[in-house]
């Protein structure tokens, strides 16, 4: 590798750096408009969106226009996703500490109830990837997440690997929360699904 072609890796090196720096700024500074209550979903929708265009091959892209046309364009949807799962996830640990502090179970309960938490975790695994790369309803993204995550299950342990490792990054140094956790998270994540979708759209 000659001197040029170094500079240039190194370049690139750099703007991707650069790119998911200003990512992650960017989910931290529309969740604060949002005051995250109202914010944190269509942000989280606006950054996957903004990774699908990067691993499409859109890397030349005015990032902050980009980021806030899909923020304005999804908001409703992702809040109605977002708040529906949220919900769904209280009402489900709210159970879980029930369950904790009841003898005598029957085994087919608990049983029942993984099995719901596992379901569940697919559905909020993929259902914001999918509103990222496809127009529907809220609740389409819902079924056809369900679907996508059982029928390509190796794939959805793979979001769950990548989640986990950025987590377990996260937490060991908390500096990469600020400039970096979020989107090499949301970005990794969304290369995983772009790897279905891709396929799903070419047959």
């Known amino acids: 590798m000659d001197g040029k072609q170094i500079v240039s890796s190194l370049d690139q090196i750099l703007q991707w750096i650069m790119r998911l720096a200003i990512l992650n700024g960017l989910w931290f500074l529309f969740s604060f408009r949002g005051l995250f209550l109202a914010g944190v979903f269509p942000t989280t929708v606006a950054a996957l969106g903004m ?6 091959g859109n890397d030349e892209i005015h990032i ?3 980021f806030k046309e899909i923020y304005k364009q999804e908001f409703k949807n992702a809040n109605l996703l977002g708040w529906v799962l949220t919900i ?8 879980y500490r029930v369950m904790l502090n009841t003898a005598d179970l029957l085994f087919i ?3 029942a109830f993984y099995l719901l938490v596992f379901f569940y975790t697919i559905i909020a695994l993929w259902s914001f990837p999918l509103m990222a790369h496809y127009e529907a309803a809220w609740y389409q ?3 056809n997440a369900f679907i996508l995550g059982i ?16 987590l377990y990054i996260s937490l060991e140094i908390p ?3 600020i400039f970096f956790s979020i989107a090499i998270g949301l970005s990794g994540c969304m290369w995983v699904a772009m790897q279905v979708f891709n396929k799903l759209d070419k047959s």
């Open 51 to 56: 990774a699908r265009k990067w691993i499409m």
């Open 64 to 66: 902050f226009r980009t």
């Open 88 to 95: 769904i996830g209280i009402v489900l640990y709210l159970n």
């Open 109 to 111: 309960i608990p049983f």
């Open 141 to 143: 993204h819902v079924k």
């Open 151 to 166: 029928s390509k299950i190796h794939y959805t342990l793979l979001l769950g690997m990548v989640i986990f490792i950025v």
């Open 175 to 177: 500096a990469f929360i």
